[in-house]
């Protein structure tokens, strides 16, 4: 339980245990609050901002073929280096349908054929035209480049984006141009980069049937498509054994410097052949490739891959994850779960952790066997057997992040899941940690990426967490902000409290707020009230608090006869000289 009675009070706290299984024996519900940095105290937590290009559509009003030169309306937010198509246009030497990069001057735009801004769009004849912003589907995948300090993101649709290009102004994840069209190549599968002894990095781009690479220390975005890893060459679909809709082709670059990607009931890899040599993927001298260099059960399909010590996980879709040594020609005995369909697994020290099956259930491994760790609570769902579908995961500073998304037992969706969800390692207290920038709990987050820091003063801002997203329509990318929640985001909710019976109902007077640390300017508490679970709130009007310099707010209220009672206290921060807005207890008199 989170309340106790003290001096005839009913007094709340507890919120560093996290979000409790159910709505009677704990913490009913805590969003976009921080409950780790110091336990006892549950304050507003930092924000989410979104680093992806906006969607605007602009129109050619005239251009100029002398100046290559296009001036342009609706165009606010438009900034050089982001990517436009064109669904109309009657300018000569430009096209539909193609991607082509901007720089912006006031509403004057020109085009560029290649990116970033490297072959200017020849204007051979005046005209008008609409266009669009490009912008990401469902982020997908995610990989880094340590060595270049650049991330990248693979979306659903196969398009890449990457800080690598980002924009000019606000430093949008820009679009790094890759072709989708074709046949195999779209569905983006996998991710990763890989970097040679010879400070060569490639970025690897694992669609339905095909394999494309960038050199990234190459100066241009000069793709390559349909590598043929047993000859070097491309332009087909090579690589893979089996490029049916639905095959994940997830990758990881290991800590033995290979490749390591899902394909069918296989895994395949490549890594550099010598350390003397540098990596060439179009000389197969100088790399070591494997298309079976696992084979599984042909009833398996394998899904997702981890680390743990020297043992590759790989999950399937079965309820089964099979322990591999990368020596052996097959696999250990397979480490048996509860449920099929094991979408994502993340290692942190010694343990992996399992996002598997539908029921919002994560097991953890040893590497021998499995055992449940947590499940994400149903009752707020406000219904009962929800369904459960994963999105991302990533860990920082051993919290354990990741995405979920929530259907009704007859797949109607649950709108109340969509956020950054965080479990303690050490206590394993649960939460949701951010409202994400479109600002509801629709949707969720789809895939996630650690901000690595660079050295001992780099100090990522926010959870340190790179979130890609979709709200239920649209996709997009957020990062951690150093600044918090202002709007009235972050809440507390406490079990519901069982203070009368059918015979022996009760009434109060006053319910306190208590905080750690005084208010100051601009921030405040709300309290609220109901009566039974998934029934409606009611605000308690406060006679006192909400001043600058305020420990401690009281509000009047009668709870005339009931049986049952829970408190939401909704905290404002400010983003001047913040106290974060320090709940420490709720009091009920």
């Known amino acids: 339980m989170a309340y106790r009675i003290e001096n005839k009070d009913i007094v709340i706290s507890g919120w560093e245990n996290g979000i409790s299984d159910d709505p009677y024996t704990g913490i009913s519900d805590l969003r976009a609050v921080n409950t780790i940095s110091v336990p006892g105290e549950a304050s507003v937590n930092f924000a989410t901002t979104k680093i992806s290009p906006p969607l605007i559509t602009g129109t050619a009003a005239s251009a100029n ?31 539909i349908n193609t991607t082509y990069w901007v720089s912006v001057s006031g509403s004057t735009i020109q085009l560029y054929s290649a990116g970033p801004l490297t072959t200017l769009v020849n204007i051979t004849s005046d005209g008008t035209g609409t266009f669009t912003t490009i912008v990401p589907t469902t982020p997908k995948h995610w990989t880094y480049n340590m060595r270049t300090g650049n991330y990248f993101m693979l979306d659903d649709s196969g398009k890449c984006w990457s800080d690598f290009v980002s924009s000019a102004t606000s430093q949008y994840f820009g679009y790094m141009g890759n072709l989708v069209g074709g046949t195999g190549s779209t569905d983006g599968n996998g991710l990763i980069t890989f970097s040679d002894s010879k400070n060569n990095d490639y970025l690897f781009v694992f669609r339905r049937s095909r394999i494309d690479y960038l050199k990234l220390n190459s100066g241009t975005l000069a793709w390559v498509y349909g590598w043929d890893p047993s000859t070097g060459g491309s332009g087909a679909n090579y690589g893979f054994n089996s490029t049916s ?31 003397g040599t540098a990596f060439d993927p179009t000389n197969t001298a100088t790399y070591t490739y494997n298309t079976t260099a696992l084979r599984l059960p042909s009833y398996e399909k394998a899904n997702c891959l981890a680390e743990l010590g020297t043992t590759l996980l790989v999950g399937g879709i079965r309820n089964a994850i099979y322990p591999w040594d990368r020596i052996s020609t097959s696999f250990s005995y397979p480490i048996l779960i509860a449920e099929s369909y094991i979408s994502r697994m993340e290692t942190i020290n010694t343990t992996t952790y399992i996002f598997a099956g539908n029921r919002g259930r994560i097991y953890s491994t040893n590497g021998y066997q499995a055992s449940l760790y947590k499940k994400v609570p149903d009752h707020l769902s406000d219904t009962v057997e929800p369904y459960f579908i994963w999105g991302g995961t990533c860990s920082v500073k051993n919290q354990l992040y990741f995405g979920v998304k929530a259907t009704t037992n007859d797949g109607v969706a649950i709108d109340n899941y969509g956020g950054l969800w965080a479990i303690d390692v050490d206590t394993k207290a649960l939460r949701c940690t951010a409202k994400l920038s479109y ?5 969720y987050a789809s895939s996630l990426i650690q901000k690595y820091s660079t050295g001992p003063t780099d100090t990522p801002s926010g959870s340190g967490v790179y979130i890609g997203w979709n709200d239920g329509t649209n996709g997009g990318i957020d990062q951690g902000s150093s600044n918090p929640f202002t709007g009235g985001e972050a809440y507390v909710e406490s ?11 009760r009434t ?3 319910v306190e707020y208590k905080l750690s640390k005084p208010l100051v300017a601009g921030e405040s508490v709300a309290l609220y009230y109901k009566t039974s679970v998934g029934g409606s709130l009611t605000q308690i009007p406060l006679t006192q608090g909400n001043s600058t310099g305020d420990l401690s707010g009281l509000g009047n209220v009668n709870f005339q006869n009931v049986q049952w009672i829970a408190l939401r206290a909704v905290l404002t921060s400010t983003n001047t000289n913040p106290s974060y807005t320090r709940l420490k207890e709720l009091r009920i008199r």
């Open 439 to 443: 600002g509801t709990y629709a949707g």
């Open 508 to 510: 109060f007077e006053q």
């Open 65 to 95: 073929a002398g100046a290559d030169t296009i001036t342009c309306t609706g165009i606010t937010g438009l900034e050089s280096n982001m990517t436009i198509t064109f669904s109309a246009t009657t300018i000569g030497g430009v096209s």
């Open 495 to 505: 079990e519901m409290i069982p203070v009368g019976t059918y015979l022996t109902k």
């Open 245 to 275: 809709t639905g095959v994940n082709h997830t990758a990881i670059y290991a800590q033995d410097n290979t490749v390591y990607y899902c394909d069918g009931f296989y895994i395949g890899s490549f890594f550099q052949k010598a350390v």
